[in-house]
């Protein structure tokens, strides 16, 4: 089976290899600070969701960092390209103006190739909306706007304490696609109330959107310390999907998404110092072998 994987993608585009720098914006989220709610989303740890992520600095030292980072393990002397991601907690949650500069002060950085900004549906005004729009058009590069749905489902969202209803995610996805705008929109893969047809119907209905989503990424749900879900699993632990059942659903998930939608992601990395389940997650080279076998075999 052949889909269209973001390393194949960032070659095409950029005729080179293109790596991924995690940058904090400094921003809170809505769902942390009382404005929609409190605590974040039950599975979302401290870090919020960006615990990879180069240290609070100015933007230029934080890119300087992270790009050192990445550079120790490649071969010196040749130039590489990066995309400048803001992963942690809601990065368009907060002063325009000031985010703005942030943003600006990324995409002017030449070794940058493209700007990554996580965030919630909710959280995207219509002022942030076209600064975004201006800067893609002042800078030549391409701006992604990721955003966490998760699943389609009320139930979940409700379990999850999301915070947004679907309405207001496919309201946020027009805007974005009419600005111009790339947008990526993450999802989570083993909710133990979900069964595996609520995953495909979360799929399905990602792949039905029109204009055609740009990217995806299929997250394993990871149970972590320090989260709501990970203290409910140590007082009852649930089910969490085996490695044989994440590589069979991921399959499945492929199989109904359009040739164009770029796929950013087939798993994800929970910090090993904060992971509770599934332990099999952490040994990340086995389970990207396990995944391109059953892609392959398919």
């Known amino acids: 089976m052949n889909y269209l994987s973001l390393s194949d ?36 740890s401290e870090g919020g969701s960006g615990d990879f992520a180069a240290p609070l600095l100015p933007i230029n030292e934080q890119i300087d ?37 942030m943003y600006a002060e990324a995409l002017s950085d030449p070794r940058v190739a493209a700007l990554s900004i996580g965030t919630r549906p909710d959280s995207i005004k219509d002022d ?7 800067l893609q058009a ?7 706007v990721e955003l966490g749905l998760q699943s389609i489902h009320e139930d979940t969202a409700s379990r999850i304490n999301r915070g947004y209803t679907l309405p207001v995610f496919e309201n946020t996805y027009r805007k974005l696609k009419e600005a111009g705008l790339t947008v990526i929109v993450h999802v989570i893969l083993g909710f133990p109330w979900e069964t595996e047809e609520d995953m495909l119907e979360t799929v399905r209905y990602l792949s039905s959107l029109s204009p055609v989503l740009d990217g995806i ?7 972590l ?8 699993y140590l007082r009852h632990p649930f089910h969490v999907l085996e490695l044989q059942e994440y590589c ?11 040739k164009e939608t770029v796929v950013h992601r087939i798993t994800g990395d929970g910090p090993k110092k904060l992971l509770i389940a599934p332990l099999w997650s952490g040994d ?15």
């Open 217 to 223: 990424k299929l997250q394993l749900l990871h149970v």
């Open 9 to 44: 993608y960032l070659k095409q585009t950029y005729g080179q290899k293109v790596y991924k720098i995690s940058l904090q914006s400094g921003c809170t989220c809505p769902n942390r600070d009382g404005t929609v709610s409190r605590g974040g989303c039950i599975f979302c």
């Open 248 to 258: 069979d659903l991921v399959v499945r998930c492929l199989k109904l998404l359009p």
């Open 225 to 232: 310390k320090g989260t709501r879900l990970g203290d409910e």
């Open 65 to 101: 960092f992270a790009i050192k980072k990445v550079e120790a393990k490649l071969p010196a002397g040749k130039e590489h390209k990066y995309i400048a991601y803001f992963q942690s907690y809601t990065n368009t949650y907060g002063d325009t103006g000031k985010l703005k500069a």
């Open 284 to 298: 990340k080279k086995k389970v990207l072998n396990t995944l391109n076998r059953a892609i392959k075999l398919s």
């Open 128 to 134: 942030m909306l076209e600064t975004l729009k201006l």
């Open 138 to 144: 002042q800078y030549g590069k391409k701006i992604w």
